[in-house]
């Protein structure tokens, strides 16, 4: 296993986000895959009920805001994305609404407002004292007694880790916060015990890199997924090449599309929903 994403999401972390047209793009890729990855943009059930226009959907850290206008787009509901930054699009469905604000701030909405409230790849965004004092209970805030959260996350883990990205962790090593990784696996343990949530489910799917699946579409998602961790490193080469060489830079990162398919690397995605329970 390697922690070497997490520590490029780290470095993300540290930079005002998204910094640049190629973080924009990334952004809207790492939504394509997600929604294929699953065929869908959500797990609750509350396929029905997202035809109400009375219906309050929250997108929270909506970047883009891909995810919040695709669920307008495709439904009545009342939807609306928050972000720290405005990055949002000048076209957008009638039925969405965007807002800037830090959630650690507070969100700006009445408490019990939201019928369904979801938040996607924040993780790296927050320490574990971030997500377990503030961000969680300020989603249960907002969410009405009966409605549902939903988290997506990608694992900080890469899986069968090739060899080539070892320098590349230890020229990270110095930089790795550590609160950053295997948040997740103890994640569902800490939404059991708030007893604010009832019924939650935890689904998880491997997201390969490179394209050494039988399945045509897991080998597009790697190759997307792997194309979008070269940019990564790339954006924060200046960091890493306080390690080692521009030279060898270059090089491994050449060899890492290659080393995907050695190794069979991969990563995982997990999704987490559940219902708040009644007062
Ligand atoms: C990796 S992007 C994910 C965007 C979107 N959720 C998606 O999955 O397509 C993370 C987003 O979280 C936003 N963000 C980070 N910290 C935040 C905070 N404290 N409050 C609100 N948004 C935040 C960033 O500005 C960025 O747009």
Same mark, same amino acid.
């Given at each position: ?49 997202? #035809?109400?226009?009375? %219906? ?45 604000? @830090? ?9 019990? %407002? ?18 377990? *004092? ?7 805030? $907002?969410?009405?007694? @009966? ?12 899986? @069968? ?8 962790? #230890? ?27 009832? @019924?939650?489910?935890?689904?998880? #799917? ?19 997924? *792997? ?14 090449? *306080? ?7 270059? #090089? ?24 708040? $329970?009644?007062?």
């Amino acid at each position: 296993m390697g922690k070497i994403f997490s520590k490029l999401l780290f470095f993300q972390r540290q930079v005002p986000f998204p910094s640049s047209e190629s973080h924009i793009d990334s952004i809207q890729v790492c939504h394509d895959i997600c929604r294929e990855l699953w065929g869908q943009n959500f797990i609750a059930p509350i396929h029905d009920e997202l #035809k109400k226009k009375d %219906f309050k959907v929250l997108d929270v850290g909506c970047g883009t805001g891909s995810w919040v206008c695709e669920l307008a787009a495709d439904y009545q509901a009342s939807c609306h994305g928050i972000d720290i930054q405005s990055v949002f699009p000048t076209q957008k469905p009638r039925n969405v609404q965007f807002y800037t604000a @830090n959630i650690l701030n507070g969100l700006p909405f009445d408490d019990n %407002f939201f019928d369904y409230v979801h938040i996607r790849s924040l993780a790296m965004f927050f320490t574990k004292e971030d997500w377990e *004092s503030k961000v969680v209970f300020e989603l249960f805030r $907002v969410l009405k007694p @009966n409605g549902y959260l939903e988290f997506v996350e990608c694992d900080s883990m890469i899986y @069968n880790m090739p060899t080539s990205l070892n320098p590349l962790c #230890k020229a990270g090593h110095p930089l790795l916060p550590p609160s950053s990784s295997s948040y997740l696996i103890r994640f569902e343990r800490f939404l059991h015990d708030t007893n604010k949530l009832e @019924n939650i489910c935890h689904e998880q #799917k491997q997201l390969i890199l490179g394209n050494w699946s039988n399945d045509p579409l897991q080998n597009k998602l790697g190759s997307l997924m *792997s194309g979008i961790i070269c940019q990564c490193f790339r954006n924060h080469q200046d960091a890493f090449c *306080s390690y080692i060489s521009k030279k060898d830079f270059a #090089k491994l990162i050449e060899q890492l599309p290659i080393d995907y398919n050695l190794f069979k690397t991969y990563m995982v995605v997990h999704r987490f929903v559940g219902k708040k $329970v009644a007062d």
